[in-house]
């Protein structure tokens, strides 16, 4: 549902989420390719490209990103009535940040198209319009949220299985079949570490040289400072 207009000027934005990889860069491209398509099909002229690369919109309000709020205010200065995204998710990850600018666009007469949904352009001025835009918004707001609790799930589950948490194994600790377990070479490493510094008559140098003297390792290096 959109409000007629006949100034076909639109802009166009794009979004990736924050710890990118390539395939996220890429779809800046994508998503660049795929409005500008459906500009051609609309009959819609785009007259400038906003971005936010590596920018949640589940946690930052389009207003306070620096592509969308570059695009609100190009699109205020020169009356702009169109802007395409290529689905809901780029440009909003919350319902209520969503509607807030919907309801505001409606007043204004702005359309916005979803170049990825059919081509389906909104504009929250009828109560159709309203409730297919709230319906799309849960959606958006919904994958994130479930993702979080799938983290957390399986990460408790990890903890409670003594299984790995992160990248790094912590100290007199080793991995066996996924699990964590303690090494008791390291163990007794660590002891001895504790015994010659609270001598309090030597540094961390001092104590490597007598570590290493000693024939420790730690994991298959000798023990230096560090």
């Known amino acids: 549902v959109s409000l007629k207009s006949t100034d076909n000027r639109a802009v166009s934005l794009v979004r990736y989420s924050p710890r990118p990889d390539e395939s ?13 398509r459906y500009a051609t099909m609309a009959g819609l002229s785009i007259v400038e490209m906003f971005q936010d690369a590596g920018v949640s919109a589940r946690k930052i309000p389009l207003d306070k990103r620096q592509g969308g709020a ?25 319902t209520e940040d969503g509607l807030r600018w919907q309801r505001r666009w409606a007043k204004q007469g702005i359309s916005l198209h979803l170049a990825n949904e059919g081509g389906v352009s909104l504009c929250a001025n009828t109560a159709m319009g309203r409730f297919i835009f709230r319906t799309m918004l849960s959606v958006a707001e919904l994958e994130p949220d479930l993702l979080g609790e799938r ?4 990460m408790k589950h990890r903890q409670r299985n003594g299984q790995r948490m992160s990248g790094h194994l912590p100290f007199g600790h080793r ?3 996924g699990v964590l377990v303690e090494d008791q070479t390291e163990q007794e490493l660590g002891k001895r570490i504790v015994e010659l510094a609270s001598a309090g008559t030597m540094g961390d140098r001092k104590i490597a040289e007598i570590l ?3 024939g420790y390792t730690f994991r298959g290096k000798p023990v230096s400072r560090s």
Do not use: C, P, W
Request: aromatic share 4%.
């Open 24 to 36: 996220d860069v890429k779809s800046l491209e994508v998503q660049t390719a795929a409005n500008e």
């Open 70 to 94: 570059a695009m609100l205010a190009y699109v205020e200065k020169h009356g702009i009535k169109h802007i395409i995204v290529t689905a809901v998710t780029r440009i909003f990850r919350s």
């Open 151 to 154: 983290t957390s799930s399986g």
């Open 175 to 177: 991995m066996v079949n």
């Open 212 to 214: 290493s003297a000693a």
